[in-house]
């Protein structure tokens, strides 16, 4: 349950999230919870992580813990690290692997904002680089629709185009809740 964001206009890249957390029918708001943040930042690079809770966790521990080093210039470098990555969750954080789908999926999404752009690495290790803007979590349908919208207004930046993303997940999806978080980044 979420809303991440990223978008690409004008030379920058910014992500954004929501910052609520559930459990069950139970609403962790920022309000109650200190480690509320959905996007973490490696280098030179912000991943927002829709899924499990834990997953953002294990994600952060993996990376603070890995010898190897992480390139996310291109989808190529992500996909080897969505590889590295699904293989730590199930050697070392218990992921269970029963799905009946050609590939084992890690049960959730990433959004990663650089300054080589915006890119995707789904649950299946899929990679997509992004021109425009892209959304995931449950308020997904609605920050899509939303970003569509305003897009093309020269009024609006990257930053007006992802807060607004994510203000509609957060309207209308029963899993997204204000505060949002953003960062933005120059584009080489």
């Known amino acids: 349950m979420s809303t991440i964001v990223v978008v690409r206009k004008d030379g ?8 609520l957390t559930t459990c069950g029918n139970t609403k962790e708001s920022a309000e109650y919870v200190v480690n509320h943040q959905k996007i973490l930042k490696y280098e030179n690079n912000y991943l927002g992580i829709s899924g ?36 730590e969750l199930k050697d070392k954080h218990f992921l269970r692997p029963d799905d009946e789908e050609d590939f084992e999926t890690f049960r959730g999404d990433i959004l990663i ?23 995931n979590g449950s308020g997904s349908e609605y920050a ?20 607004i993303g994510v ?22």
């Open 12 to 19: 920058k890249a910014v992500i954004a999230a929501d910052t």
């Open 52 to 87: 499990s809770a834990s997953l953002q966790i294990a994600v952060q521990s993996f990376l603070s813990n890995t010898k190897k080093d992480f390139s996310f210039a291109r989808a190529e470098d992500i996909y080897k690290f969505g590889l590295s990555l699904h293989s």
């Open 113 to 135: 904002a650089n300054r080589h752009g915006i890119f995707g690495l789904s649950s299946y290790r899929y990679v997509q680089e992004y021109s425009k803007f892209y959304a």
């Open 144 to 163: 899509l629709g939303a970003m569509f919208a305003v897009y093309g207004d020269s009024e609006k930046s990257a930053e007006d185009i992802a807060k």
């Open 167 to 188: 203000q509609a997940g957060t309207e209308f999806d029963d899993g997204s809740a204000t505060p949002i978080n953003s960062h933005t980044i120059e584009l080489i």
